[in-house]
C-alpha cells in the first residue's frame, strides 16, 4: 500500500554549485512568442521603413528624401509572424498614427509559401502633411484572436524648407564693402569676405547652405554641409582665391539653406550687389596740365583752353577721366593717344566769372566700369575773361549784339566811296554797352588797322549815343578798289582780350589803274625815243607779235582786253583810222610778279586786222579790270609805224 505524503516534511534536496552550460537559442534566453504570459497574444516584429535616408546623430528618425517620397513612396517591409493555426486565413492591418491605413489584408495558409519579408509602399498622397508619423501593424487569426500592435516605427515626413516657406534675406557685407571691390581690398582684409547670411528659421540637422555669386546659376561657389541646428546667423568666409575664380564684374550674392530632406529655400534669396574688380587699377596719375595757362578769351575763342592728361600706369582704352575744372566736372575718354586733351567748354570757363580773373583748381580721377581710382595732385590755372563789348552766351570774336559800321564818304555816299574821292571818309556805330574810359577801339579795313594807337574810348563817349571815327583815305587807297569788309575791335586796357564787330561791307571804285606798262612788240624795230617801225622784213603777213607784261600791276584773275587801232590806210601821219578792233577778254593765270614769267602773248593776225593798211601807224592799247571787278585802267599807245611798200615797190601780203 502506498504512503501518504500527506503531513510529511517536504525533503530538502542540496543545491548543487556544478555549473550547466546554456545554448544560445535555449528557451530561457529568447523571449518567447507571447506578449506576457503562454496564453498572450503574439509579439510583432517591428515594421521597417526601407527608403528613408541613413540615419544621422540627433537627426530626424527614418526621414524620407523629398523627392524619393514623391517618386518611390514610403516603402516598407514586415517579417513573417508566427502561423498559430495551419488553416483559415489570417489578416494584416496597418496603422498610421493609430489610423488604420487602407483596409485589412488576407494571408493564406501556410504563411511560408508567401515571398518574406512582406513589402509595400504607402504613396505620398496617403503619408500625410509635414510631420512625425508612427507606423504600426496588427495581425488578426481566423479564430478571431488578434496579435500585436507591432511597436510604432517613425518616419519623419519633412515638407517644410528651413526658413519655413519664406523668402530669405539679403547677406550682410563687411563695412568695408562698397559699390566696388578690389582684390587689394581683399588682401587689406584678411585675404577675404567674411560676410554674414541670415539665420534659418527651421533648422534641423543636416541642414546645408549654398552660396550664389552670380544670378542666375546652376553652380554654388561655396558648399557648407552639416550646419548646425541653431537659429543664429551663419558667418561665411569667401576667400579672395574664391572671388577672383569668380571672374570679374557684378556679383550678385544669394544663397539657398537645403534641409536633408531635400527642401530648398526659396532661390534666389534677396540679393546684396557689389562689383569685384580683377583688374590692375590706374596708378601714378600724373599732375594735369593746362599748356596755355593762363587762359584768356582768345584761348576760349580758338578752342585751345585744354587739360591735358599724362599717361597713367595700367591706362586702359574707354577708361573715363573725371577732370574737375573750378568744381564742374569735365569727362575725357581714354583712346591711348597721349597726352588726352580734354576741352574746356565756355560754359565751364565762364562760370568762374566775366568780371573779374579767377583761379580754377584742377585735379581728376579715372572712373574704370564704376571703379573711382585718384584723385591726381591738384594744380591752379589763373583765368582772365573780362571784356569790352562781349557777351555771356559765347566767348566771340564776334559779338553779333554789337552795332555795326556805317560808312560815309566825303561825297556823302552810305557805304559807299565813289570814282575819285581821294579823302577821309566817317565811320559810325552806336555806343556798346558797358563803354569805359580806357578801352579801346581799332577800325579795320579790309584787315588794315585804321589807328596806330588804337583810338581811346573818353568820358564824353561813356554818355554819347554813338561813335564818330575817321577812315584815313590813305587807308582806304592802301585796300585799293572793291567790296571793302570793315569792322571795329574792342578792347578794355587791362589785359589782351579783344571782341568783334560784325562786318560791314563797303564797295569802293574811287581808284584807277594809272601806270600800267605799254605793249610791247618782241619783232620792232626800236627808234629808241619808245616807238617801233615793222617792215615786211619783220614779217608782217604773218601776224604782228604783242607782249603786255606788267609785273607790278597784273596779277592772276585780272582781266585784259586788247584794242588794236591803226591810222591809214597809206599814210604813217594819217588822222584816219583804219581798223579798230577789240580782241576777247583774257584772264591772267599767274601774278606777272613771278620770277620768268614771259607775259601774255598776243599774236595779231593778218587779215582783217593788217591787210586793210599799206602804210600807216598802229597805236594799240590795253584795258585792264582788276580782279575785284571794280579797279580798271588803260595802258598807254606803243607808237609804231608800219609800212607793206617794199623798195623795189611790191606790197607784201
Known amino acids: 500500500m502506498a504512503k501518504s505524503k500527506k503531513n510529511q516534511a517536504p525533503q530538502l534536496k542540496a543545491r548543487s554549485t556544478k555549473k550547466t552550460a546554456v545554448a544560445p537559442d535555449s528557451p530561457l534566453l529568447v523571449r518567447p512568442p507571447w506578449a506576457r504570459t503562454p496564453v498572450g497574444p503574439l509579439v ?65 495558409k ?43 516605427t517613425p518616419v519623419t515626413i519633412d515638407r517644410r524648407d528651413p526658413n519655413a516657406g519664406i523668402r530669405p534675406g539679403s547677406v550682410t557685407l563687411p563695412s568695408w564693402v562698397g559699390n566696388f571691390v578690389t582684390l587689394q581690398d581683399l588682401d587689406a582684409n584678411g585675404g577675404a ?114 587739360i591735358w592728361i599724362r599717361e597713367y600706369d595700367n591706362a586702359l582704352a574707354g577708361d573715363r577721366v573725371l577732370v574737375e575744372f573750378n568744381t564742374l566736372l569735365l569727362v575725357g575718354i581714354v583712346n591711348m593717344v597721349w597726352p588726352l586733351r580734354v576741352t574746356i567748354p565756355w560754359d565751364v570757363l565762364r562760370d568762374g566769372g566775366l568780371d573779374a580773373p579767377y583761379e580754377a583748381d584742377v585735379l581728376y580721377n579715372i572712373d574704370r566700369g564704376g571703379v573711382i581710382t585718384g584723385p591726381s595732385d591738384t594744380i591752379t590755372v589763373d583765368v582772365d575773361l573780362r571784356s569790352a563789348g562781349g557777351r555771356p552766351e559765347d566767348p566771340g570774336p564776334v559779338n553779333p549784339d554789337l552795332d555795326p559800321v556805317e560808312v560815309t564818304s566825303s561825297e556823302g555816299l552810305t557805304n559807299q566811296i565813289g570814282p575819285g574821292d581821294m579823302d577821309d571818309a566817317t565811320a559810325r556805330f552806336d555806343v556798346y554797352t558797358g563803354a569805359t574810359a580806357g578801352h579801346r577801339i581799332q577800325l579795320w579795313w579790309k584787315g588794315l588797322p585804321c589807328y596806330d594807337p588804337p583810338y581811346e574810348v573818353t568820358l564824353a563817349d561813356e554818355s554819347a549815343t554813338e561813335f564818330v571815327l575817321t577812315v584815313p583815305a590813305a587807308v582806304i587807297k592802301d585796300a585799293g578798289n572793291g567790296d571793302i569788309p570793315t569792322w571795329y575791335t574792342l578792347n578794355n586796357g587791362a589785359n589782351d582780350n579783344v571782341i568783334d564787330s560784325v562786318e560791314t561791307t563797303v564797295s569802293v571804285s574811287a581808284f584807277a589803274v594809272d ?59 594819217s588822222t584816219v583810222i583804219t581798223v579798230d578792233e577789240a580782241f576777247p577778254s583774257v584772264t591772267i593765270t599767274h601774278n606777272h610778279d613771278n620770277p620768268g614769267h614771259p607775259g601774255e602773248l598776243f599774236t595779231v593776225p593778218f587779215p582783217t586786222y593788217i591787210q586793210p593798211v599799206l602804210v600807216g601807224r598802229i597805236e594799240a592799247t590795253y584795258h ?3 580782279a575785284d571787278g571794280v579797279t580798271e585802267g588803260n595802258s598807254p599807245a606803243t607808237i609804231v609805224l608800219m609800212t607793206r611798200r617794199q623798195t623795189d615797190g611790191t606790197i607784201c601780203g
Open 193 to 306: 569676405m567674411v560676410i554674414e547670411v541670415p539665420r534659418r528659421l527651421d533648422p534641423q540637422v543636416g541642414d546645408k547652405l549654398e552660396i550664389y555669386t552670380e544670378f542666375p546659376s546652376d553652380t554654388p561657389s561655396l558648399t557648407i554641409d552639416d550646419l548646425p541646428r541653431t537659429t543664429a546667423p551663419v558667418m561665411v568666409s569667401l576667400t579672395k582665391a574664391l572671388l577672383e575664380a569668380s571672374g570679374g564684374g557684378v556679383k550678385q550674392l544669394n544663397y539657398v539653406y537645403t534641409d536633408r530632406a531635400g527642401n530648398p529655400t526659396s532661390y534666389p534669396s534677396s540679393f546684396r550687389e557689389f562689383t569685384l574688380v580683377t583688374e590692375d587699377l590706374p596708378e601714378n596719375l600724373r599732375d594735369p596740365e593746362c599748356p596755355e595757362a593762363p587762359l584768356d578769351l582768345l584761348d576760349a575763342q580758338l578752342n585751345r583752353a585744354e
Open 44 to 108: 510583432l516584429s517591428d515594421l521597417r521603413v526601407m527608403n528613408a535616408l541613413p540615419p544621422v546623430t540627433n537627426g530626424q528618425p527614418n526621414l524620407m528624401d523629398i523627392s524619393e517620397l514623391y517618386a518611390e513612396g514610403v516603402q516598407c517591409e514586415i517579417d513573417m509572424w508566427i502561423e498559430i493555426l495551419p488553416f483559415g486565413n489570417d489578416g494584416l492591418e496597418v496603422f498610421i498614427n493609430n489610423v488604420l491605413y487602407g483596409s485589412r489584408i488576407p494571408f493564406s
Open 515 to 573: 601806270n600800267l606798262l605799254p605793249i610791247n612788240y618782241p619783232d620792232g624795230l626800236s627808234f629808241g625815243d619808245g616807238r617801233f617801225a615793222l617792215t615786211c622784213a619783220q614779217g608782217i603777213p604773218s601776224g604782228i607779235r604783242t607782249v603786255i607784261k606788267d609785273p607790278a600791276n597784273l596779277r592772276a584773275g585780272d582781266r585784259i582786253t586788247l584794242h588794236w587801232v591803226i591810222f591809214g590806210p597809206d599814210d604813217f601821219e
Open 110 to 152: 501556410p504563411l511560408s509559401a508567401h515571398t518574406w519579408p512582406y513589402r509595400f509602399s504607402i504613396p505620398e498622397e496617403d503619408i500625410g502633411e509635414h510631420g512625425l508619423k508612427n507606423l504600426t501593424y496588427e495581425v488578426f487569426s481566423s479564430n478571431g484572436s488578434t496579435d500585436g500592435p507591432a511597436a510604432p
Open 624 to 626: 585792264v579790270l582788276k
